[in-house]
């Protein structure tokens, strides 16, 4: 059976880790219960996550146990790693919310075969804390000098760093203690903003326990452009439908860069490499091949294939000339807007295809709005009834992102 280590290498994932042959060893010798930590800062996954929950999968399907934390207890905190500045501060009430949110999209990822999945939530246990306890324990094995050497607290020392952000690490470090005495776990993975936070808890498990645990870390996935996985000039591409639709969702993943197709598909799609690196010697017209299973097996695996079905037809029908437009999302108005008509960029940001007036001008201004396939230079354009076309309007943002204004009558 192939190492569980070498299928993450295989397909990208690793950046940095502990502890190489022995991490092997005990990954080829026994099941070995591994976790990941997600904060809720909003009530939905984006694509930069699931590259740890991909990370995770493999693992799981090579014959170790996963755990997923949902961290409503360090959400309180909010973890400094490659910010400028500090994350605002979430209530109770958001954190729970943004946890059931999160909670439901896993199991997309992960299944309920054996060994079965664990989520759990670190509030559980990080609010019982007693805090002269949890000093006396925990806060007696850290050195501060050693803290502010490391990356999530050294770019923050000149533009201030709060009290209660120099708690994260000691908190992030706790979980993997919890989770090594009630669960057994023995390696921690996240991004490589983590990699001092992981070797914190490692060390702290090693000097309270006198046990070996292991760490993780996986690269920031960046396109070939230079942006980070998942971000467009409308914003991140979410997994939840109402905030990144079906049919955008698929097209992100179809209008990939040449030369990041096979990266892409390793990590994000479950495809045997063999297939990957197939795919990814396709080059000229061919590689749109690839850019299409690419994008129908990343759909798929969020949305279900029902969805990735529909909209790969749309997107056959946008842009080969196909008839079916099934799967293009549609936004529906009251019918007095446009009886009484709206400017192009409060119709928009009205519909909520664009999320301000700023942003329509700027796409204006960028020559990327189209209104029934006519390009826009005014935003100032009155737009009424008179635009219906079979009974809706065709708004297209860019080369191939398309949603269709209906009046509900």
Known sequence: ??????????????????????????????????????????????IGHTVPIMALAHLQRAGHRPIVILGGGTAMIGDPSGKTDMRPMLTALQIEHNVRGIAAQLDRFLTADEPRPIYLNNNAWLSELAYIPFLREVGVHFSVNRMLTAECYKGRLDGGLSFIEFNYMLLQSYDFLHLYRNYGCRLQMGGDDQWSNILAGADLIRRVEREECYGITYPLVTTAGGKKMGKTEAGAIWLDAQRTTVHDFYQYWRNTHDADVERFLAIFTFLPMSEVRRLGQLAGQDINEAKKILAFETTKLVHGEDNAKKAELAATALFAGGEDSTGVPTVYIVPHILEE?????????????????????RLIQGGGLYINSARIDN??????????????????????????????Y
């Open 379 to 408: 935003a100032d354009l009155v737009i009424d009834k008179n635009f219906l076309t079979a009974g809706r309007i065709e708004v297209r943002r860019g080369k191939k992102s398309f949603t269709y204004i209906k009046p509900s």
């Open 1 to 46: 059976m192939v190492n569980a280590l070498d299928i993450l290498r295989e397909r990208g994932f690793i950046k940095q880790l502990t502890h190489d042959e022995p991490l092997k060893d005990l990954l080829g010798r026994e099941s070995v219960t591994c976790y990941v930590g997600l904060d809720p800062t909003a009530d939905s996954l984006h």
């Open 341 to 361: 008509g709206r400017s192009v960029a409060d119709l928009l940001v009205e519909a909520n295809i664009m999320s301000s007036k700023g942003e329509v001008k």
